[in-house]
């Protein structure tokens, strides 16, 4: 009730009496990456995946009233591109790291994964799915700040079809490698670098057995493959299948989704040309439109001045109404100004839609401009942050799958004689 980061009356010892029900529950968790083995700061883990990637996931169980069995681990309906050969929880253990692999050409995903665990429970099998789990905060140092998790009701995952790892190892063959009890195995693997993620790598295996049994090793800067060796009389295990992993860290210059520059660029390009077009096009109608207004203009004064004749010929026609050439001028300037009238009409029909042209072409002109202006600064904006910059980055391999062996029987003292005598 009185603890020394919140005290509360709510924080009190509960008692529950209930029958014994043996089952279990499983939490899974990205564990962000410690590059340096003292390290003191949390980051909070990612689940993300990019193509050719592959994240650890600690799973960790929650056995209850005495169940202590093995936990397969599997993925339901995966999404496409991401790889889980499987694994298992083994028993009497309570957490295990899986491995989730984005192949080369995985498609964009971000949604729930239903991780499920299968375990045989007083004879009956009962699968449980996952829940998420993860950090509240980052934290600076543990030193100075508590660390805070939470259960989340789903695990999520999400995969970028935009970017690559910049660092993948692989064995050179998928498929499971046999060894003997008290044999020794190498499996060769292949590095893939991209971009400019060239320093030398110093990779830890990952898995079961004897901790000090699992030896660092160093992989050159230039070189595309390596060797992982086992030690199985070392590592003590017993027949059966694992999973291995090899991990380590590595820097190298990043640059932030180069693709999407690249794209904003090209969409710069265009919104440029396509503002360059409809300027042109809103000049070309604005000079249309001054066109138009002046031949309205003067078809306008042609009209007053055919108008003006005509008047003084029906005053003429007036006075003298029986003077015929008198009528004829009158006849003569009511045609002029019917024609002058029509033209008149015609001009400024083609004053008003040159006059509506050049207001749609200056505001689609305007707007495209705009859009160079936006286009233009997101291309910058995105460029900046593509720039090559220093970055660590912590290599992790796809799994590697063994299967051991029983050692075969050590050979009878007198067959190891006969044999000795024979080769003699």
């Given at each position: 009730?009185?603890?020394?980061?919140?005290?509360?009356?709510?924080?009190?010892?509960?008692?529950?009496?209930?029958?014994?029900?043996?089952?279990?529950?499983?939490?899974?968790?990205?564990?962000?990456?410690?590059?340096?083995?003292?390290?003191?700061?949390?980051?909070?883990?990612?689940?993300?995946?990019?193509?050719?990637?592959?994240?650890?996931?600690?799973?960790?169980?929650?056995?209850?009233?005495?169940?202590?069995?093995?936990?397969?681990?599997?993925?339901?309906?995966?999404?496409?591109?991401?790889?889980?050969?499987?694994?298992?929880?083994?028993?009497?253990?309570?957490?295990?790291?899986?491995?989730?692999?984005?192949?080369?050409?995985?498609?964009?995903?971000?949604?729930?994964?239903?991780?499920?665990?299968?375990?045989?429970?007083?004879?009956?099998?009962?699968?449980?799915?996952?829940?998420?789990?993860?950090?509240?905060?980052?934290?600076?140092?543990?030193?100075?700040?508590?660390?805070?998790?939470?259960?989340?009701?789903?695990?999520?995952?999400?995969?970028?079809?935009?970017?690559?790892?910049?660092?993948?190892?692989?064995?050179?063959?998928?498929?499971?490698?046999?060894?003997?009890?008290?044999?020794?195995?190498?499996?060769?693997?292949?590095?893939?670098?991209?971009?400019?993620?060239?320093?030398?790598?110093?990779?830890?295996?990952?898995?079961?057995?004897?901790?000090?049994?699992?030896?660092?090793?160093?992989?050159?800067?230039?070189?595309?493959?390596?060797?992982?060796?086992?030690?199985?009389?070392?590592?003590?295990?017993?027949?059966?299948?694992?999973?291995?992993?090899?991990?380590?860290?590595?820097?190298?210059?990043?640059?932030?989704?180069?693709?999407?520059?690249?794209?904003?660029?090209?969409?710069?390009?265009?919104?440029?040309?396509?503002?360059?077009?409809?300027?042109?096009?809103?000049?070309?109608?604005?000079?249309?439109?001054?066109?138009?207004?002046?031949?309205?203009?003067?078809?306008?004064?042609?009209?007053?001045?055919?108008?003006?004749?005509?008047?003084?010929?029906?005053?003429?026609?007036?006075?003298?109404?029986?003077?015929?050439?008198?009528?004829?001028?009158?006849?003569?300037?009511?045609?002029?100004?019917?024609?002058?009238?029509?033209?008149?009409?015609?001009?400024?029909?083609?004053?008003?839609?040159?006059?509506?042209?050049?207001?749609?072409?200056?505001?689609?002109?305007?707007?495209?401009?705009?859009?160079k202006e936006q286009t233009a600064k997101r291309a910058k904006e995105l460029n900046e942050k593509a720039k090559p910059r220093d970055?660590?980055?912590?290599?992790?391999?796809?799994?590697?799958?063994?299967?051991?062996?029983?050692?075969?029987?050590?050979?009878?003292?007198?067959?190891?004689?006969?044999?000795?005598?024979?080769?003699?």
């Amino acid at each position: 009730m009185f603890g020394r980061t919140h005290a509360s009356p709510r924080h009190v010892y509960r008692l529950a009496l209930r029958k014994e029900s043996p089952d279990f529950r499983l939490v899974a968790m990205a564990i962000a990456p410690k590059f340096k083995a003292d390290a003191k700061d949390i980051p909070v883990g990612v689940p993300l995946l990019r193509r050719g990637e592959t994240l650890p996931v600690r799973v960790m169980a929650f056995r209850r009233d005495g169940f202590n069995g093995d936990i397969e681990l599997s993925v339901e309906n995966p999404p496409p591109g991401l790889r889980f050969d499987g694994d298992r929880i083994d028993a009497g253990k309570n957490s295990d790291t899986i491995l989730l692999t984005a192949a080369d050409d995985a498609p964009a995903f971000a949604g729930p994964i239903r991780l499920a665990g299968k375990a045989t429970i007083g004879g009956k099998e009962v699968v449980r799915i996952a829940s998420g789990g993860t950090m509240l905060f980052p934290v600076g140092s543990t030193d100075t700040e508590r660390p805070e998790a939470r259960v989340t009701r789903d695990f999520t995952l999400a995969i970028c079809e935009q970017e690559f790892a910049p660092v993948s190892v692989a064995p050179a063959e998928q498929k499971t490698w046999e060894v003997t009890a008290n044999g020794k195995l190498e499996v060769p693997l292949r590095v893939t670098r991209r971009g400019e993620f060239n320093a030398a790598l110093k990779l830890k295996p990952l898995g079961p057995g004897v901790a000090e049994a699992l030896k660092e090793f160093d992989v050159d800067g230039k070189a595309t493959n390596a060797t992982f060796k086992l030690d199985l009389a070392a590592l003590k295990l017993a027949p059966g299948s694992y999973v291995f992993a090899v991990q380590g860290p590595t820097t190298g210059k990043y640059r932030n989704n180069p693709e999407a520059a690249a794209a904003a660029d090209a969409a710069a390009k265009d919104a440029e040309k396509l503002a360059g077009e409809l300027a042109a096009a809103a000049k070309k109608a604005a000079e249309e439109f001054d066109k138009a207004a002046k031949a309205a203009t003067e078809a306008e004064t042609a009209t007053k001045a055919a108008n003006e004749k005509l008047a003084a010929a029906k005053a003429t026609c007036e006075k003298t109404p029986d003077d015929e050439k008198a009528k004829a001028d009158r006849d003569t300037a009511q045609k002029s100004a019917d024609e002058a009238a029509a033209k008149s009409k015609s001009a400024i029909e083609a004053k008003v839609a040159a006059e509506k042209s050049k207001t749609e072409t200056e505001a689609k002109s305007k707007d495209a401009a705009a859009k160079k202006e936006q286009t233009a600064k997101r291309a910058k904006e995105l460029n900046e942050k593509a720039k090559p910059r220093d970055a660590s980055y912590m290599v992790c391999s796809t799994p590697i799958a063994v299967k051991v062996t029983p050692a075969p029987p050590p050979e009878s003292k007198e067959k190891k004689e006969t044999k000795q005598a024979k080769s003699q």
